[in-house]
Structure formats: structure tokens, C-alpha cells
């Protein structure tokens, strides 16, 4: 009887982790972060001429959508814990899709607008990045940061798919067929991909006659009670409020607050370009950072560069300063994506990984949703964003400086359940 192949290591191509990172990069790139996201502005004036709806109005139903992300992501992080990932994503995948096929049925009745938008909210809460990085981080140890911004660049890449193709395909055949159209992204691509292949790390004991690192079991790790009451948490979620202030209010008001300025909508446009590519740039560099530099530095340096390339850029006159001050921004932004997944696996293990990911990205949508309206009252009563913009991008500063105090990593193998974490070798059996 013949032995049976040997899994192949990490750094080897080979290795079965990365193809499933693959897929995963393709999830996100037809889920929610991505379709929904990307594609919703094009809908506006549409909508406009088709029901008569003014942009209060049809912009209330992308809010709805994000606080039911927001609102539901903890729970259903929850979901992931307890049960297979893939599949739960496969059937959410399908309810967010089916979501994105009824806005095609629209009236010019709101009350279905908005129940629409709740729906592919709740749905989509189950394929963004929150249920893929819960399957890849139980394939991955040694090169956990690397696959984790595999992951995460599928919404960036979508940034540069969606909205030309959405434009593309509203010209050609309206707004109602390109939601059908939309709909078969996650139908079609992204819910059997899912199913078939984004499949759970097989049992450390697989991986025993290999150099390859063991995945962790998925009972290695804290409960999420026990995880807020630790200081890392905290000092994570700090970092992630005061980045999504920062990012999300620059975002928002990114065009009237450099026209404000000076500068022309054509220069205004290349900026958020940079922005965009430097931000895809920056999640690679930064998962393959974190393979080998200390995460709490990384945040440091990544919430550093976020807040500095904010503040600069809120107040540059020229191209000539708003562009390299995009650059930096970007490189130092989107450290939600694959800085918080990875540091919440390090200091807290795989046990209850997804529902506080959830409880992480909560904080990070609800800080996200506000920052726009904040800014968009001081310019409301002031005349300028400034003043609070700048608070925003100091509160960020502050939050980097705030990541030294991050302790050192408590799981980085199955073996290292810290005593001062999990003091009862009893609850280990209970979880084994």
C-alpha cells in the first residue's frame, strides 16, 4: 500500500493554502465589498430620472445597508465560528446575489428601496472579507500575512473592475439589466467557488510528516469574553476607529475638499487614483511584512503614514502636493483589511476569531458611517472641513503611538496557549 503524498510546505507554490487564498481573493472580489460598494453610485441619477427620488433619499439606502453590515457582523462572525465557513458563505453568497437581482424590480415606492438595501446588507455581512480570512488563517502559520493580503486585495481589485464595467454595462443596457447582470457574480462565480473549493484546513495531524507549519486547531484560542477583557482588543479596535475617521471622512469629501482648494476635478480624479493603487500596493507590502516583522510595528508605521498622508492631503493646493500626499495615505491605509484579521489570530487564536473580526469591523463601519456626516455638518456650519478633519487625522497619529503598547503575540503555533490567557487546562479539554 502506498504512502500518501506528503503536504507540501508553505513556501512551496504547491501548497494547497495558497489556491485556496485564491479563491477566497475572488470571493471577496464578488461580494458585497466589492459589487455592492462599487457599483451603488452609478445607480443614483438613474434611479433619479426613473422614480423621481432626490439624493438624500436614495443615498439613505447604502446607509441602510452599511449599519446592517455593521449591526450584523459580530453575529454572524459568531455563525463562522461555530460552523463550516465555506458553506455559510456559499448560501449567503446566493442570498446576496438573489438581494442584487431585486433591485432590478424596483418601483418608486422607498419602503422597497430600503427593505431591499437591509436585505443585500445582511446577506453581504456574510461575504466580505470577515468569512474568508476565517478560512485562511487556519490554513496558514508561517505565512499567515501574505495569504491574508491575497484576500483582502480582492476589494481593491474590484475598485478598478466594477466601476468602469457597471458604467459600461448601464450604457449599453440600463440599470435594471445590469443588476441582473451583477447578480450573477456571486451566483454564478463566487457561491460555487466557494462551496467547492475555499475548503477548511485538514487536521494538524495531516501535516505531522511534513515541514510544513500545522494549522491550528480550530478550538486553539480565547473565548471572545475573555478577549475583551485584554488590552490588545482595545488598543486594535482604538486603531481602527481613529483610521476609519480619517479615511472614510477623506474619502467622502475627497473631491469638494480639494476643488475647495484649487485644484481642477481632472487632478482631483488622478489623486483618488493614486490613492486607490497605492492602497492595493500597501496591502501586499504589508501582509508580507508581517511574515516577518513584529505586527505592532507594522501598525505603528501603517496608522503613521494613514494619518500624516490624510492631514497633508486635506491641505494640499496643488497636484503637485496632493499626489505624493495620496501615495502615502494609501500605503498606510487599509490596514483593517489584513493587519487587524492577522493580529487578532496572533493574540487570540482561532477559537473565536470571527466574531471578534465582526465586533472589529463594527466598530470600524459605525466610526466609517459617521465621519462623512460629522465633516459634511462642519461644512454645513463653519465653510471649510478643516478643523474637524484635522482632529480626525490627529486622532489617527495618536492611535499609532498608541500600538507600541501592543503586547507580544500569545498564538503563533497550535502549541502556544498562554497560561495567563487560559489559566484552567480544563477549559482546553473542553474545547479540544
Known sequence: MSASPTPAPENSPRYLGWRVAAVCHIGVLTGFATVFIYSFSFMVQPWQHAFGWNREQIARAFSLAAISVAIFSPFIGKLFDRFDPRRLIAGFMTAFGLGLAAFSLLTRH?????????????????????????????????????????VVAGSAVGAFIVPPLVQSMIVAWGWRHTYQALALLPLAIGAPLTLFFARTAPTPRAHAASHASPPMPRSAGVSWSQALAHRSFWLLALGVCALSLSENGALAHLAPMLSQHGLPLRQVAFTASILGASSLLGRFAMGWLLDYVRGSWIAVGSLLAAGLGMLLLGHARSFSASAPAALVAGLGGGCELDLIPYMLRRYFGLRSFSTLYGLIYSAFAVAGALAPLILGRAWDLTGSYMHVFDLFCGSTLAASVAMFALPAYRFTSEAALPEEVLPEPALLAQNS
Not at 443585500?120 to 468569512?131: E, N, R, S
Open 110 to 150: 422607498l419602503p422597497q428601496l430600503y427593505a431591499t438595501a437591509v436585505f443585500v446588507g445582511i446577506a453581504g455581512t456574510g461575504t466580505y472579507q470577515l468569512g474568508y480570512a476565517r478560512i485562511v488563517t487556519g490554513w496558514f502559520e508561517r505565512r499567515l500575512g501574505a495569504a491574508l493580503s491575497i
